[in-house]
């Protein structure tokens, strides 16, 4: 049981560039969550999926794009990257039979943008 | 407008003593509150929780107090250990409308010296 897991670990990007963040989990989540973290700023939300072929979005959606086609998976997609969007990147994923359910996290991305 | 506020980036302790770590929220709704723990180069993990409906609860060396009145919970740690070391993020959730949501805070990166 690996849990959630996020690929690549690192990356380098130049402006401009495209890439897409992989999180792949294994419990049967139904719920899954993309967010960023950046230094002083705590964890972001960016979008988020309550299941399979469904994507909402968070707190700081703008310049990113999602795609949940299979219920384990869940693809950020940056299209055109920016220097702003060079942050750490975590998935997470949670059952969310009950609001008390918690959320689970990768190990994360780093991204830089040149 | 930040509904979840860590005012204190960072706090050293001795080992041995008590870690007090502080939350406050603006948002009325929220009723369920949880802490999580990270280290460098990993992702968040689950600490502890709290319901609206609790004004304690304990787990090992970890007390979260919650006083609704004041918008304020704290996470004690007693005693604190030197792995204790790591950001601890506070995160709330609202039962009624977006539960699927956490809003975390910025997060205070707690040092325990030997």
């Known amino acids: 049981n690996a849990g959630v897991t996020q690929t690549p670990k690192f990356r380098v990007l130049k402006t401009g560039q495209s890439m897409t963040l992989l999180c792949a989990q294994d419990?049967?989540?139904?719920?899954m969550y993309w967010y960023r973290q950046d230094p002083g700023m705590g964890l972001r939300l960016i979008h988020y999926?309550?299941?399979?072929?469904?994507?909402a979005k968070g707190e700081v959606p703008d310049g990113y794009n999602v795609s949940r086609l299979k219920k384990q998976n869940f693809l950020l997609g940056l299209e055109s990257a920016a220097p702003s969007q060079t942050s750490v990147y975590f998935c997470?994923?949670?059952?969310?039979?009950?609001?008390?359910?918690?959320?689970?996290f990768g190990p994360g991305t780093r991204l830089t943008v040149l | 407008d930040q509904q979840v506020k860590q005012n204190s980036p960072s706090l050293s302790v001795q080992e041995g003593r008590i870690s007090i770590l502080n939350c406050d929220y603006t948002?009325?709704?929220?009723?369920?509150f949880l802490w999580y723990k990270k280290y460098p180069a990993e992702g968040p993990t689950f600490l502890i929780s709290?319901?609206?409906?609790?004004d304690k609860n304990e787990d090992g060396r970890f007390t979260v107090f919650l006083n609704k009145s004041a918008k304020h919970l704290s996470l004690h740690i007693v005693p604190s250990q030197p792995g204790d070391s790591a950001v601890y993020f506070c995160?709330?959730?609202?039962?009624?409308?977006?539960?699927?949501?956490?809003?975390f805070g910025k997060g205070t990166k707690l040092t325990v010296n030997p």
């Open positions: 997470a994923s949670s059952p969310l039979k009950t609001y008390t359910d918690t959320q689970y």
């Open positions: 419990m049967n989540h139904e719920y």
């Open positions: 999926s309550v299941g399979e072929g469904t994507t």
């Open positions: 948002n009325s709704m929220f009723d369920y």
């Open positions: 709290i319901s609206s409906i609790k």
């Open positions: 995160a709330a959730s609202a039962s009624q409308g977006g539960s699927e949501k956490l809003v």
